[in-house]
């Protein structure tokens, strides 16, 4: 269990102010800070829980973000923390223990925040392979996706780390990047069909089972195998497991499906009322600038949730003061009781 500083509890403390909140939104990544961004800009009272653990922090770029290509993802996030800030909205240091149905958002440490509505952008881990080397050079020369990393090894020998089954895929992909792409089984057994499509691809199959990654003056120089073979290579290219971080919504009892992911419609809706989700906690395909999008969507669709409920709230508001003033005015002092249809008062 994480523990929560003084100065972080402190800061929860102050962001409660005895106060509901109209959303809280949990995680502070692209998709988190972005709802952020749209709801603070409609007036909203939100206050953002950051854990400090976004899953690209081992990439030193991110890509494929317009405006922002090869910008540090540290530097992003810090740009979005400071554009929230401009709209009056908290970013408070911790992480959450539970979300009770109500919404009682309660964090290690025992501050409780309470929410209306709850986004949920906690992201997701990539759960490596047990390669000597892989977690050293995870986000540096071992790399996962070609659409934010192979551009910037273009044109070198790359390889691809058959870990997942996915990685069949990728190493066709990666073939757009480079000539030189070694595809290494490990543990998976390509099909006929793949094999063959991989040869006429213009990949070489490299047999065996991958021993460890040879690093030396902290660049991967190849990938050597259990027999003893090392195949030198620049860059290599695996397909971790993603884990999502949903423990938050399992315990709401959010629905899953057939993969075992949480499920949502378009706009990031779970099936319980007031929670929503957006970013690689429910798409571990989302790239960066994809969770941003996803968590603006679902910014829209909880104000006009909101929006609703507010209207509804007025509605009956004024009902009932309505109701009020005409049992009033029936029931004022010397008022005169109508007549029977015989004439007696």
């Known amino acids: 269990m994480t523990k929560t500083t003084n100065d972080q509890k402190n800061s929860a403390q102050r962001a409660t102010d005895d106060q509901v909140h109209d959303v809280v939104v949990v995680g502070a990544g692209a998709a988190g800070l972005n709802a ?47 554009e929230i800030a401009h709209y009056g909205i908290p970013v408070v240091r911790g992480r959450v223990e539970q979300i009770d149905h109500g919404y009682d958002i309660r964090m290690v440490g025992g501050v409780v925040l309470k929410a209306r509505r709850v986004l949920v952008a906690t992201g997701l881990r990539d759960e490596l392979p047990d390669i000597p080397g892989v977690r050293e050079r995870w986000g540096k020369d071992l790399l996962h996706c070609p659409y934010c990393h192979a551009y910037e090894v273009r044109d070198q020998p790359l390889a691809v780390l058959g870990t997942h089954p996915g990685a069949v895929h990728q190493a066709l992909l990666l073939r757009q990047w ?60 695996l397909f971790p497991r993603p884990v999502p971080h949903d423990a938050l919504l399992t315990h709401l009892g959010c629905d899953k499906d057939a993969n075992g992911w949480v499920a949502t419609d378009r706009t990031g809706r779970t099936s319980v009322p007031g929670v929503w989700a957006a970013g690689n906690v429910i798409d571990p395909r989302a790239q960066v600038v994809a969770a941003a999008g996803m968590g603006s969507t679902a910014a829209f669709a909880i104000n006009t949730d909101l929006l609703d409920e507010d209207v509804d709230h007025a509605v009956e508001q004024r009902r009932a003061t309505t109701t009020a003033g005409r049992c009033g005015a029936q029931a004022r002092p010397g008022a005169e009781a109508p007549l029977d249809p015989a004439g007696r008062g």
């Open 36 to 82: 952020a961004l749209l709801l603070g800009r409609a007036r909203r009272k939100v206050v953002v829980i950051d854990a400090g653990e976004p899953r690209n922090a081992p990439a030193s770029h991110m890509h494929g973000f317009l405006s922002r290509d090869g910008l540090p993802p540290t530097a992003l996030l810090d740009l979005g923390r400071a």
């Open 178 to 237: 480079s000539d030189d792409v070694v595809f290494f089984p490990h543990t998976l057994a390509p099909t006929a069909e793949e094999r063959e499509r991989l040869e006429a691809r213009g990949l070489r199959i490299a047999e065996g089972r991958i021993k460890r990654l040879v690093v030396d003056d902290d660049r991967l120089r190849g990938i050597e195998l259990t027999d003893g073979r090392a195949v030198p290579r620049a860059a290599a290219f």
